[in-house]
Each structure stands twice: as C-alpha cells, then as structure tokens.
C-alpha cells in the first residue's frame, strides 16, 4: 500500500541531510525539504494556499531559526488536521520520562527507522481520511 501524499521535512541542517538522504524511501511522490523551522512554516502557509497543501509535517524538535516547538505550535492552529511527526535525539528519554507534546502526532526518536517511519506515516494519513 502506497500513500501518495505531499510531505513537509523540517530538520537541522544534520537532520535534513539524513532524512533527505531517505526520502525516496518514502511511499510519497513529493517530499519537500526545509533547512529549518523558519523555512518549514513559511513553505507549509504557501502550500496552503495553493491547491496541493502538505498531508504531513516531519520536523526535527531543536533547530537554530525556529524550535520544532514553534513550527508545532504554528501549524497546528493554521492546520489542526495536519499530522505532524516530531523527530528528536530526546525522543527515548521524552516517552520514559511522560513528557508529551500535545500538537503532536507522533513523536519519534533519533535515528528514526525508515521503515517504521512510513508506517507511521501510513497510520497518520490513514487515520486523517477516516
């Protein structure tokens, strides 16, 4: 099963790297990229605007510009249907220790498994049509 859906990545510059390295691993025809979290919102309010939104939002929790707290906070009141996926190198601890990000869909740790990843992004995008 394939999810032909327009995908937002907002990383580090470290993050973007790697999770563009993989994007083709994902079931998805467009995946944009953003350098940062400043980027990301701004890329994200275009496509709104346009007849080709984004379906999902990748973005990394520590960014220079723009904190994925903020890019969170952001779309989700542009965008409350959006699904958003958190990725971040204190995902582990975060879960352990409870702490929660109430915007977000999904939180995963650093690094993210590709494959665990689209299915997550399958989970998401399924769950939004229904």
């Known amino acids: 099963m394939t999810v032909k859906a327009k995908r937002l990545l907002s990383a580090s510059v470290t993050g973007l790297l790697a999770l563009n390295a993989s994007a083709s691993a994902f079931a998805a025809p467009k995946v944009a990229t953003a350098s940062g979290g400043r980027q990301g919102i701004e890329m994200f309010r275009e496509a709104a605007m346009t007849d080709k939104p984004f379906q999902t939002?990748?973005?990394?929790?520590?960014?220079?510009?723009?904190?994925?707290?903020?890019?969170?906070?952001?779309?989700k009141a542009e965008s409350p249907t959006t699904p958003i996926v958190m990725i971040t190198g204190w995902g582990t601890m975060m879960k352990e220790d409870g702490e929660e990000i109430?915007?977000?869909?999904?939180?995963?740790?650093?690094?993210?498994?590709?494959?665990?990843?689209?299915?997550?992004?399958?989970q998401l995008t399924a769950a939004k049509k229904s």
């Open 102 to 122: 109430p915007e977000v869909d999904a939180l995963v740790g650093k690094p993210p498994s590709i494959k665990k990843l689209n299915e997550l992004l399958l």
């Open 57 to 75: 939002v990748i973005t990394d929790l520590g960014m220079p510009d723009v904190d994925g707290h903020q890019v969170v906070r952001t779309i």
